[in-house]
């Protein structure tokens, strides 16, 4: 079970959000950079980035800070980036820049034809976020709720040829609440390929009931609030999930 932490990113800083709502941001870091840096030292094996501004623009636009990251990291792990990609030359942009992953999710919803040319000009490298309340599928920075059934979803773009999918129970993101572990197994079970769980990881507990279900698919998860503000240490729960994995 990987453990992948966050690195939100608004105005060039890094932040944490209250169930997505922009004007719920606190600020942890004025260094996306150096935050990054404490994370690699902290043994973390991938990062996730999300441009915040760029999901509501339509476009990137922490670039910068992105770069940054880039340079700290190097070729020592993977790194991850959702928020804002709508189009091939934004992803080709992007995998240029040494990134390893994008990852789509309005876009996927909006307009499936463009997930299916990103996959197929982009093999290995593109990930879907589904953002799900109650099993529905919200997008637009979670704004609009739509009638589409995230298994469904899931199911579909997976023959598209994602690498994987990112599920996150909107209700439950940056509120320290738990992650939503049944209904993250429910799509899990569906699919072939690797779910990552998001959305309100708080505690060793949810690491053990996460690694108790990594054989139906769920590999990893991804960490936000919980080891900013101290409820999680990221050491001890990524050890403690390796010493699981065995």
Same mark, same amino acid.
Request: proline share 3%; with cysteine.
């Given at each position: ?81 959702g928020g804002g990609i709508r189009d091939l030359?934004?992803?080709? #942009? ?33 990930? +879907? ?7 529905? =599928? ?12 995230? =298994? ?19 209700? #439950? ?21 690797? +779910?990552?769980?998001?959305?309100g990881l708080s505690r060793l507990e949810d ?17 936000? #609030? /919980? ?13 403690? /999930? ?5």
């Amino acid at each position: 079970m990987l453990i992948i932490p966050a690195i939100d990113l608004k105005d060039g800083q890094c932040v944490r959000l209250k169930q997505g709502l922009m004007e719920q941001a606190t600020v942890f870091s004025d260094s996306p950079s150096e935050m990054a840096r404490h994370w690699v030292a902290q043994g973390a094996r991938r990062l996730h980035l999300v441009d915040l501004n760029g999901a509501f623009a339509g476009k990137p636009k922490n670039e910068s800070a992105i770069k940054a990251i880039l340079r700290v990291v190097g070729n020592d792990i993977p790194v991850q980036l959702g928020g804002g990609i709508r189009d091939l030359d934004t992803i080709e #942009r992007c995998l240029d820049d040494g990134l390893t992953y994008v990852i789509i999710g309005t876009a996927a919803v909006k307009n499936p034809g463009f997930l299916h040319d990103a996959c197929t000009a982009f093999p290995g490298h593109i990930i +879907v976020g589904l953002d799900a309340r109650d099993g529905k =599928v919200a997008t637009d920075g979670w704004s609009k709720l739509t009638g589409h059934d995230v =298994v469904d979803l899931g199911k579909k773009f997976e023959d598209y040829g994602v690498e994987s999918i990112i599920y996150t129970d909107i209700g #439950r993101d940056g509120m320290l609440s738990g992650i939503n572990i049944e209904a993250t197994v429910r799509l899990a079970q569906a699919l072939t390929i690797p +779910v990552i769980a998001s959305g309100g990881l708080s505690r060793l507990e949810d690491i053990k009931a996460l690694c108790e279900v990594e054989g139906e698919g769920v590999v990893a998860t991804i960490a936000g #609030r /919980a080891v900013y503000d101290g409820s999680l240490d990221f050491k001890t729960a990524q050890k403690m /999930a390796d010493e699981l994995g065995r």
